[in-house]
């Protein structure tokens, strides 16, 4: 299992910037997929979700810690086996370290992070 972040990088306040998380060994599509991220001094928190294709009802259902609603989008590739983070109107306290996370068979797997950084 292997998760590749990129797309990271510095934005002016009001920008946008697109992240992509490449999988391997295992499908995007049936397992949960998470974006977390991590300021200075600050612990790991998460971003956005999307829900496995598991279940008809819930598959492909999204959710969003309340900072980044409405500005925030996640959505999946299948075909690519990539998961995307696209942030609109971005903030300066939208800097951190973001990280994409997959659990599986009850363990927790990280890629490296990709650094973004929001400033004039």
């Known amino acids: 299992v292997r998760l590749v972040e990129s797309g990271g990088g510095l934005v002016q306040p009001g920008g946008s910037l697109r992240l992509s998380c490449a999988a391997s060994?295992?499908?995007?599509?049936?397992?949960?997929m998470k974006w977390f991220r991590q300021a200075p001094g600050k612990e790991r928190e998460l971003v956005a979700s999307?829900?496995?294709?598991?279940?008809?009802?819930?598959?492909?259902?999204?959710n969003y810690a309340d900072s980044v609603k409405g500005r925030f989008t996640i959505s999946r590739d299948n075909v690519r086996n990539t998961v995307i983070l696209q942030m609109n109107s971005l903030k300066p306290n939208d800097t951190a370290v973001y990280y994409c996370?997959?659990?599986?068979?009850?363990?927790?797997?990280w890629g490296q992070g990709t650094q973004v950084t929001v400033s004039s």
């Open positions: 996370n997959a659990e599986l068979s009850d363990r927790a797997y």
């Open positions: 060994g295992f499908a995007v599509r049936w397992f949960d």
């Open positions: 999307i829900i496995s294709d598991t279940f008809i009802d819930s598959g492909g259902s999204t």
